[in-house]
């Protein structure tokens, strides 16, 4: 996606090799204008997987999320990040590592709102290692439902999160891929 590769390098910023950070559109500031295209691009991609729920992990994977479900007229669930460790039998849970805050969290789903009959497209922010999505892809597993396709707004093509999702069988989407940070410098592929 042109326009998104282009707000990227011109506004993100580069925190290492392997950090991007683009706070003033996508993680802290949003661009509701950018986040819409976005979604309509997500829909373009997976309309003809008959999509029932978007799945996603707080923080910033709702907004997104959001502005793809009302392309797909089909209801939001978002993963609640939880560091503690509670017995709750009416939640699907499953433990993730961060990426960028080099620590395990669990997420959690509430039985109530993902069901067997569900057709779910994961979305969210950045793709590294793919922890995230295969969090997400173990509730879904939980619940019984059916994983139809992975969106991922940022993907960081050096690390190897797409190899790890497209091993299980999902069909991975990305909008920009990043081939690599050199100098502060990002390059796409
Ligand atoms: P993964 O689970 O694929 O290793 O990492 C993806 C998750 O970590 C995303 O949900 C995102 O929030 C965060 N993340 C990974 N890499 C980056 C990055 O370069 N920049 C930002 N802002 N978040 C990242």
Redesign the pocket.
């Known amino acids: 996606m042109e326009l998104l590769k282009k707000r990227i390098q011109s506004e993100g910023k580069a925190i290492g090799k392997?950090?991007?950070?683009?706070d003033m559109f996508l993680?802290h500031q949003i661009d509701v204008e950018l986040i819409q295209a976005i979604g309509q691009e997500f829909h373009n991609r997976f309309k003809d997987k008959q999509i029932t729920k978007i799945l996603t992990?707080e923080a910033?994977?709702i907004p997104i999320a959001c502005m793809t479900a009302l392309y797909f007229n089909v209801p939001v669930l978002f993963g609640k990040k939880y560091t503690s460790e509670t017995n709750d039998n009416s939640t699907y849970v499953s433990n993730?590592y961060?990426?960028?805050k080099k620590q395990e969290y669990n997420i959690r789903i509430s039985k109530e709102f993902l069901h067997e009959n569900d057709k779910v497209l994961i979305i969210?922010?950045?793709?590294?290692?793919?922890?995230?999505?295969i969090g997400l892809l173990d509730i879904v597993n939980q619940a019984k439902s059916t994983v139809c396709g992975v969106g991922i707004v940022i993907e960081?093509g050096f690390q190897p999160?797409r190899k790890n999702i497209e091993e299980k069988g999902l069909q991975v989407e990305s909008l920009a891929i990043i081939d690599s940070i050199k100098d502060g410098i990002i390059y796409f592929i």
Do not use: E, M, R, Y
Not at 124 to 133: E, R
């Open positions: 392997d950090i991007v950070k683009v993680n992990i910033s994977g993730v961060s990426f960028t969210d922010d950045f793709l590294a290692n793919g922890q995230a999505v960081k999160g």
